[in-house]
């Protein structure tokens, strides 16, 4: 796993120095942010971007272990206009932009908890498997200049699970119009109480099977964090992605027992053929 990512950040690297891939599409995505998937090169109808990815991450929320996961990358989509539908994965969505400065974004995902067998190290031994459930995901987006390069991002998750928020504020890098570059995003998320058990609480079950202390957690500030994306069109067809994430938990999510760690982290790193 390791030689498969060195070989992805190699060719990003080289991609630098491909003369084919200095210059980009030419063609406008729905919003040029690197963040947002867009694969029909500014046309209306189908279109397909399938790769693979390679993940360092932490095990779970709160892991102080970290590990390598290959993950399928890409999605199938349809575009009419300023309105764009899509598959990806566990996830059915459409996101639609208004006005030029609004991005409205709604996904149904699927979740499938965490897993007692996730630490290699034994320390959700006890706790058991996490409930799998279904969640929709609400999101907007509003450019603060003509040509998105800062904006205002929020963010709504809800579920079975309890109920998750995420407000943020975004920049981006380069002169690309067609989806490439890079960017970055400075956000706060809050969570419920239904959302903060579900990833940090110790019931009086899993506090006897588990040998933990019994925690239950309240509403309130989950985290602060800061994400970069980055993408780079090889040719017309070959993208590569990357992406970086960092979240700090607040105080009340580090006193929980299973926060071996006081923040999260994940790097990954891919490419994509563009059909």
Known sequence: MKKLTG??????????YLPSAIAQDGKTALVPLPSVDDFSRGNDGWSVGLGLGVEYESAYEGSDE????????????WRRGNDVFFWAGEALGWRGLRSDTWLFEAVVAFDEGREE???????????????????????ARRALDADWRY??????????????????????????????????NLVGV????????????????QSVASGLRETRMSSGLRSFGVNYNYRYNLNDNWQVFGEALYERFSSDVQRSPIARSNYEAEVSVGFLYRF
């Not at 067998?117 to 999101?139: H, I, K, P, Y």
């Not at 928020?165 to 960017?183: A, C, K, V, W």
């Not at 809050?190 to 079950?205: C, L, P, T, V």
């Open 66 to 77: 970290f590990g390598f996961e290959a993950e399928p990358a890409g999605a199938v989509q």
């Open 117 to 139: 067998s996730a630490s290699d190290d034994g320390r959700l031994a006890g706790l058991g498997d996490g409930e799998e459930n279904t969640e929709v995901v609400f999101q």
């Open 151 to 184: 904006w205002l991002v929020g963010r709504v998750v809800t579920g079975s699970g309890g109920n998750l928020g995420l407000f943020g504020l975004g920049y981006r890098f380069g002169e690309q119009t067609d989806g490439s570059g890079s960017e970055i």
């Open 7 to 16: 070989i992805l950040l190699a060719t990003v690297i080289h991609g630098f």
């Open 190 to 205: 809050a969570h419920d109480s239904d959302f903060a058990n579900k990833d940090f609480g110790i019931n009086a079950r």
